[in-house]
Each structure stands twice: as structure tokens, then as C-alpha cells.
């Protein structure tokens, strides 16, 4: 079974903080992905990555940046965290040339809160 | 604009009834369509993927449904159970300005009552 693991359930990070979210995949996946999901606006798609060091922004990637140095990491990162920016962020991954023509397999999440 | 809407934000039903779910999509020409079931604090779950040219698919007690022409997808659930409950998720693949994107609906809340 594919595994994807974040690194914490819950963080509580105070304004202006840089905050670090980590995911990790055990199934050599190709392409790795975060979104955010917020009670009434679903899941967003902030940045995915379909190779080592390669990223591609999603939806909303602004006041995010990612990190993938091996295939099996993939990073987000909050360079200055704002209270608009506490979610529950979920990684997934799926395998393939293509994106979206086979499964992605999220992680737990990690409820984030801003203070 | 692009949308995706889910029939409904909660659906209750009896046990051992036919869940049926609901996914409509405007202004998108998907080549994929998934669905995913989400359980409370927890990630979403891969159940089924349909093709364009495919026009049902089952697992067990699930059945999707894909017809281009209504821009709709159908999710049923036969012999529902309690434990069926969960949001449910379906998602398409779109191209927006980000590129191609895996997008997904907001999500119907089934509840399965004994």
C-alpha cells in the first residue's frame, strides 16, 4: 500500500513565522502535490511537482513556496505564515508520465493555525 | 467560468437503500474523472476512475457513470451501509492557467442511518 506521510497533525504557528510542512511518499512516485482544504471552498491545489527539483504552481500558490530535492520529499513551505493561511494542508502523490490519469494518494493532512 | 457542483451538501439515507451521488461539470472537457471518499480528519481515499469513453465502471457495491454529453457523472452506492458514511469527493482533470489541474468538487456528506 502507498504510503504518504506528513510530518505533523497539528501546528500552531504564530504570524510572521516561517513555517516548514513535510511530506514524504515510500512508492517512487513521479508527481507530488499540495492543496489546502477549507470548510466551504474544498480542496485548492497550491503547487505540485513531477520530478526532482521541478515545480509547477496550482491555483494559489501565492505566499507559498516548495522544496523537492528527492523524489520521495516534498516540501511546502510558508515563508512569512498569515492568519488567512491557517488550513488543513494535505500532500498527496500518484505515479505515471501523466498527472491526472491515475490515483493521487493523500497523506493525513496537517491542520495549521495561525496565530 | 469553470465549475464543478455536487448535487447536494448532505444526503441522508436508510441503510440497505441505493446512495446515489451527483457530480456536474460546466465549461470543462474532462479526459478523467475520479472520486474519492474522505472520512473526518483524515485524507481523501482513492475509489474509482472513469475515462471519457467509458461510460460506467464498478467496484464492488459502487458504480460511476460518465456521460460528456450532460457533463455529468453519477456515484452510486448499492446496499448502503453505515459505515458508507463519509464526504464524498469526485474530481476532474481541467486545463485553467496553472496548466493541467486535478480539480475537485466540494463534496457531498452521506449518512447512512440503521
Known amino acids: 500500500d502507498v504510503k504518504v506521510t506528513q510530518s505533523s497533525r497539528y501546528l500552531v504557528k504564530r504570524t510572521g513565522e516561517k513555517v516548514f510542512l513535510e511530506c514524504v511518499q515510500d512508492m517512487d512516485h513521479e508527481n507530488m502535490f499540495w492543496y489546502r482544504q477549507d470548510p466551504g471552498l474544498g480542496l485548492r491545489l497550491i503547487y505540485f511537482?513531477?520530478?526532482?527539483?521541478?515545480?509547477e504552481k496550482g491555483d494559489i500558490p501565492e505566499g507559498y513556496s516548495v522544496s523537492r530535492e528527492k523524489k520521495e520529499r516534498f516540501s511546502l513551505i510558508l515563508e512569512s505564515a498569515s492568519t488567512n493561511q491557517t488550513s488543513m494542508y494535505l500532500c498527496?502523490?500518484?505515479?505515471?508520465?501523466?498527472?491526472?490519469?491515475?490515483?493521487?494518494?493523500f497523506g493525513n493532512g496537517t491542520r495549521l493555525t495561525v496565530t | 467560468s469553470q465549475k464543478i457542483e455536487q448535487n447536494s451538501e448532505a444526503l441522508n439515507i436508510q441503510e440497505g437503500k441505493t446512495a446515489t451521488l451527483t457530480c456536474n461539470y460546466t465549461n470543462y472537457s474532462p479526459a478523467y474523472l475520479q472520486w474519492y471518499r474522505q472520512d473526518p480528519g483524515r485524507g481523501p481515499v482513492f475509489l474509482l476512475l472513469?475515462?471519457?469513453?467509458?461510460k460506467e465502471k464498478r467496484k464492488e457495491r459502487l458504480k460511476v457513470t460518465f456521460d460528456t454529453t450532460l457533463k455529468q457523472s453519477l456515484f452510486h452506492i448499492t446496499a448502503s451501509q453505515p459505515a458508507d458514511s463519509a464526504t464524498y469527493l469526485c474530481?476532474?482533470?481541467?486545463?485553467?492557467?496553472?496548466?493541467?489541474?486535478?480539480?475537485f468538487g466540494k463534496g457531498t456528506t452521506l449518512s447512512v442511518s440503521s
Open positions: 472513469i475515462r471519457e469513453n467509458e
Open positions: 511537482s513531477y520530478d526532482v527539483k521541478m515545480k
Open positions: 498527496a502523490s500518484s505515479a505515471g508520465l501523466f498527472l491526472y490519469n491515475s490515483p493521487l494518494h
Open positions: 474530481a476532474l482533470d481541467v486545463e485553467n492557467q496553472a496548466g493541467t489541474a486535478l480539480i
